[in-house]
T-cell receptor, first 114, second 115 residues
Framework: AQSVSQHNHHVILSEAASLELGCNYS??????LFWYVQYPGQHLQLLLK??????LVKGIKGFEAEFIKSKFSFNLRKPSVQWSDTAEYFC????????????FGTGTQLKVEL | GAVVSQHPSRVICKSGTSVKIECRSL??????MFWYRQFPKKSLMLMAT?????????EQGVEKDKFLINHASLTLSTLTVTSAHPEDSSFYIC???????????FGPGTRLTVL
């Protein structure tokens, strides 16, 4: 079965710092990749997704992620974080032809300090 | 983006009773909905896939007789926790898949507390 690892469980940054959150998955076949964000007290929202094509994907709110197939990674980046980016971030993987099921990583809690 | 609602947002019940949670896609039709469980400081764990007009597909280790899922229409799926016990206390989240664009939209979750 596939699995998703997010190695950073808690990240604390100052405003304007750059962000990179790691995501690795274990599955040898074709996958779709997602990053979701959960702001405090709110529901999960899609930040960006990769299905095929350009491995550098741009999402909402200035986020981007790069799919590196050889490393089984899909790291999330943002050049300059804001206080409002404080949230929990989840990476998710979907196996193509696997019934549309998402497998989530354990999440990374990001706190941005003023 | 599309909106998915859940009702109730919070429920407290006594041990042994049953609780029904509704998940609705408000502005699109969803042939497939998913039910997740989220433990404190943990990831979302997929419980089952709910397909409109057919039986739900449960993940390994999830008791189908305890967590009854019904997907009676293209906009409504329900999860009934039967004979709830304190260990069933958790945050239950549903999602609905819109085929075009191919995206899952998540509900706000339901906090279940079983006393």
């Amino acid at each position: 079965a596939q699995s998703v690892s997010q190695h950073n469980h808690h990240v604390i940054l100052s405003e304007a710092a750059s962000l990179e959150l790691g995501c690795n998955y274990s599955y040898g076949g074709t996958v779709n990749l997602f990053w979701y964000v959960q702001y405090p007290g709110q529901h999960l929202q899609l930040l960006l997704k990769y299905f095929s094509g350009d491995p550098l994907v741009k999402g909402i709110k200035g986020f981007e992620a790069e799919f590196i197939k050889s490393k089984f990674s899909f790291n999330l980046r943002k050049p300059s974080v804001q206080w409002s980016d404080t949230a929990e971030y989840f990476c998710a993987v979907r196996i193509t032809g696997g019934g549309n099921k998402l497998t989530f990583g354990t999440g990374t809690q990001l706190k941005v300090e003023l | 983006g599309a909106v998915v609602s859940q009702h109730p947002s919070r429920v407290i019940c006594k041990s042994g009773t049953s609780v029904k949670i509704e998940c609705r896609s408000l502005d699109f039709q969803a042939t497939t909905m998913f039910w997740y469980r989220q433990f404190p400081k943990k990831s979302l764990m997929l419980m089952a896939t709910s397909n409109e007009g057919s039986k739900a597909t449960y993940e390994q280790g999830v008791e189908k007789d305890k967590f009854l899922i019904n997907h009676a229409s293209l906009t409504l799926s329900t999860l009934t926790v039967t004979s709830a016990h304190p260990e069933d206390s958790s945050f239950y989240i549903c999602s609905a898949r819109e085929s075009r664009p191919d995206t899952q939209y998540f509900g706000p979750g339901t906090r279940l507390t079983v006393l």
